[in-house]
T-cell receptor, first 112, second 116 residues
Framework: KQEVTQIPAALSVPEGENLVLNCSFTDSAIYNLQWFRQDPGKGLTSLLL?????REQTSGRLNASLDKSSGRSTLYIAASQPGDSATYLC???????????FGKGTKLTVNP | EAGVAQSPRYKIIEKRQSVAFWCNPISGHATLYWYQQILGQGPKLLIQ????????DSQLPKDRFSAERLKGVDSTLKIQPAKLEDSAVYLC??????????????FGPGTRLTVT
């Protein structure tokens, strides 16, 4: 059974700092990995999707890496801003299934 | 392109009452998902439809939860009777399905259910 773990559970940083969020999964036979952002009381916004054959994806100040063999992914946020404050969720899909298995998320607070 | 629509956005009911949620996926998306997100947890899949057929409902509490996707478009999720532990956000998502190689899912805003 696939399990996804995110560390840390919460993170508070000053504005402008670069930061890394971590995600690990127990079964390396994944099809893809997605990073989502969730604002309070809102749904999920997809940030980046990495296919199992890829090593990383970039979008603006965000960079996500994937090491499938070790069961790890990181989300790097450069020059953090107060508007980045949200909960970040990592999720994986297994080969043959479209079901997303989520971690519990990392709650990020960027202080002005 | 319109996103995934859900209604209502909020619902408060007493335990043992019934409630229904509605979802309209992105046009052309064959696969529709319902997830339950309890406070402080990641979303958990309840049921997955491909067109109007059920692909996975292994984590749906079938004694009280039911879902349907008539005509392969809109979907409704029902809880009857509700329990206190059903308090959660219910998220609907859709994807292109097998015709889309990435299986990327797009989420609606969710319905926040409070059972008192």
């Amino acid at each position: 059974k696939q399990e996804v773990t995110q560390i840390p559970a919460a993170l508070s940083v000053p504005e402008g700092e670069n930061l890394v969020l971590n995600c690990s999964f127990t079964d390396s036979a994944i099809y893809n990995l997605q990073w989502f952002r969730q604002d309070p009381g809102k749904g999920l916004t997809s940030l980046l999707l990495i296919q199992s054959s890829q090593r990383e994806q970039t979008s603006g100040r965000l960079n996500a890496s994937l090491d499938k063999s070790s069961g790890r992914s990181t989300l790097y946020i450069a020059a953090s801003q107060p508007g980045d404050s949200a909960t970040y969720l990592c999720a994986v899909t297994q080969g043959g299934s479209e079901k997303l298995v989520f971690g519990k998320g990392t709650k990020l607070t960027v202080n002005p | 392109e319109a996103g995934v629509a859900q209604s209502p956005r909020y619902k408060i009911i007493e335990k043992r009452q019934s409630v229904a949620f509605w979802c309209n996926p992105i046009s052309g998306h064959a696969t529709l998902y319902w997830y339950q997100q309890i406070l402080g947890q990641g979303p958990k899949l309840l049921i997955q439809f491909q067109n109007n057929g059920v692909v996975d409902d292994s984590q749906l509490p079938k004694d009280r939860f039911s879902a349907e996707r008539l005509k392969g478009v809109d979907s409704t999720l029902k809880i009857q009777p509700a329990k206190l532990e059903d308090s959660a956000v219910y998220l609907c998502a859709s994807s292109l399905g097998p015709s889309g190689s990435l299986y990327e899912q797009y989420f609606g805003p969710g319905t926040r259910l409070t059972v008192t």
